[in-house]
């Protein structure tokens, strides 16, 4: 797999995916942890779904920032340290059981992941720009991308098991730990990496960092706090009278007006053969974003799905592997479960008055009556967050296979372009929400739990969505940008993450609006689809600015 490509490649393939095994471990948790009622926060849906649409927003708005000064100031290598130190720290942080250190955790991964996540990918396009490998950059990336998900594959075991017999704190230090490790194999394979991650400079024409300062960083955090004071019209629907759904979401979405001005001044101030590459990364931007999106799901209603609403017990064999792994946990059963749980949880109090209702449901109240077992009876359930491995499991399975697709296409003159493959992948994206409409009849709108094998289908479908877009995307950024702010728009990819990411979250914490759930995912799915055209609409202009910089696919 490896003689065919750079010497560095092996290096940056481990270094992220232990990065992503530290990162995927959090995730896969973090919603969990806040909804807990015993060693987490005690969180409402909407409240744990806003935290995480608003976070993961967050980590992906900063390499914007981190790109730019990985090439201004400090090159690739250093940008790349600091941040998977930083990151590191935040999620050994995360297990202390105090809001305000939730919230410096917070912080810390999203600026170190502002550092390292652009500018590892940065570095590894680097590699193969005008060199003998370039005909191979999609695979390249395609064997990167695998990288992160084997760490994102492999995690959730992990997280299950030490989650289940040590608490959410030692789950947390793991994800460190991985971190930690990912900076050590970074740093080992640094004699790589010479004559690829100096840094640029400050280019002819290129913006002043203090000028970015006061019209971009400094408008945002003032545009921030107007959407956090700003209030909207208040109705039965939103008595607090937000905007857009709470007062984060109107800060986040305020707070990136500037930065969005900036990506669209980058082109009318570009130099007039760079103005078409640019055109064309703003567009793909524009449209992953309702990919985003729906893919983020993952980590919140998705999570929820398998917790709620998926059949998790294991029973012989399964039952014994899982137990001494510690991958699963037992219950008992009893006729009062759920009046006890709502007594002792559900209905938060202060000074004897109710503040506030939370709708935690526990495992047995969906079970149809002739499953539920007799009274006294224990079962053993899997960890929810198992459920998270099912994505990044396809990504190993289907990555080798997508790679020698468009290798055999290749080898006879009839390998997509890029867009091309950005536009199918979004299409086939849109077609894996269906499979969850059919799981929403197949449980009678969440009154009965279903079989797992509706959130395998589910993410088999958009995985292979993901495989045509996510790391084609990577690709093209670093085909398509000009030279000298390469990073900076491998910055613009994120940001479009970053908005996408955000609107996830906005999504979820709605999913306890729709009474009939097969709704919520109808929506999804019109969001994609409507991204797919827009696509396929703009598709021939896109690939002839392929070919205009010189690369057919």
């Known amino acids: 797999m490896w003689k065919n490509h750079p010497k560095a490649l092996p290096f940056l393939f481990l270094s992220e995916m232990w990065e992503r095994f530290g990162y995927y471990l959090m995730i896969g948790i973090f919603t969990l942890y806040l909804k807990d009622v015993e060693g987490g926060f005690a969180m409402s849906e909407k409240e744990a779904s806003d935290l995480y649409g608003t976070f993961i ?66 570095l590894l396009g680097n590699f193969y720009t005008n060199s003998e490998f370039k005909e191979r950059k999609d695979e390249g990336y395609n064997i990167f991308y695998m990288g992160i998900n084997i760490g994102a594959f492999i995690c959730n075991f992990f997280g299950a098991a030490l989650q289940i017999l040590l608490g959410w704190q030692w789950a ?95 082109y009318f101030q570009g130099k007039k053969e760079e103005k ?15 990919f985003w999106a729906v893919f983020k799901l993952n980590g919140s209603a998705l999570n929820t799905w398998a917790d709620r609403y998926t059949d998790r017990q294991v029973t012989g064999v399964a039952e014994t592997i899982t137990s001494s792994l ?57 960890a929810t967050n198992l ?66 094998i509706w959130l395998v289908a589910n993410y088999g479908i958009i995985t292979i969505g993901e495989l045509f877009l996510s790391p084609m995307g990577l690709s093209l950024v670093s085909k398509v940008s000009p030279a000298n702010i390469t990073s900076l728009m491998m910055g613009g990819w994120f940001l479009s993450t970053s ?3 955000k609107l996830s979250g906005v999504l979820a914490s709605l999913w306890d609006t729709y009474e009939d759930k097969s709704n919520f995912f109808w929506v999804n799915f019109a969001l994609l689809m409507g991204a797919t055209l827009l696509m396929f609409i703009l598709l021939k202009k896109l690939n002839k600015v392929m070919e205009v910089k010189g690369v057919s696919k």
């Not at 408008?219 to 019209?233: N, R």
């Not at 759920?338 to 004897?352: H, I, P, S, T």
């Open 326 to 382: 510690k991958f699963s946990k037992s219950i008992t059963y009893k006729l009062d479960s759920v009046d006890k749980y709502d007594a002792q949880f559900r209905l938060q109090k202060e000074n004897g008055v109710v503040q506030k209702a939370y709708e935690y449901p526990v495992y047995f109240r969906n079970v149809s009556p002739e499953k539920l077992p007799e009274q006294g009876t224990k079962i053993s359930i899997w």
């Open 387 to 452: 459920s998270q491995s099912i994505n990044p499991g396809w990504v190993i399975l289907l990555t080798p296979l997508v790679v020698a697709f468009f290798t055999f296409l290749r080898g006879r003159g009839k390998e997509p372009s890029t867009p091309s493959k950005i536009a199918f992948g979004l299409l086939i994206s849109a077609l894996s929400v269906l499979v969850m409409v059919l799981a929403v009849k197949a449980g009678n709108n969440g009154t009965e739990k279903v079989g797992v």
């Open 499 to 501: 908005i996408g990411n």
């Open 57 to 122: 927003a967050l980590v992906f708005l900063t390499p914007f920032i981190g790109g730019l000064i990985a090439d201004r100031y400090l090159g690739y290598r250093l940008s790349i340290i600091i941040g998977g130190i930083l990151m590191g720290a935040g999620y050994m942080l995360m297990g202390i059981h105090s809001l305000p250190v939730l919230y410096v955790a917070m912080a810390l991964v999203i600026f170190g992941n502002g550092f390292f996540k652009p500018n590892i990918s940065t």
């Open 172 to 266: 947390f230090f793991a994800a460190g730990i991985g971190m930690i490790i990912g900076v050590l194999v970074f740093i080992s394979g640094s004699k790589h990496y010479e004559g690829f991650t100096e840094k640029k400079g400050t280019q002819p024409g290129d913006m002043s960092f203090g000028r970015i300062i006061l019209f971009i960083l400094f408008p945002s955090v003032v545009f921030g706090v107007i959407g956090w004071l700003l209030k909207g019209v208040s109705s039965p629907t939103n008595p607090d009278s937000y905007i857009f759904g709470s007062d984060s979401t109107d800060a986040f979405i305020f707070a990136c007006i500037p930065v969005v001005f900036f990506y669209g001044s980058l």
């Open 276 to 290: 078409k590459q640019i055109g064309a990364l703003l567009t793909i931007f524009s449209v992953v974003i309702l």
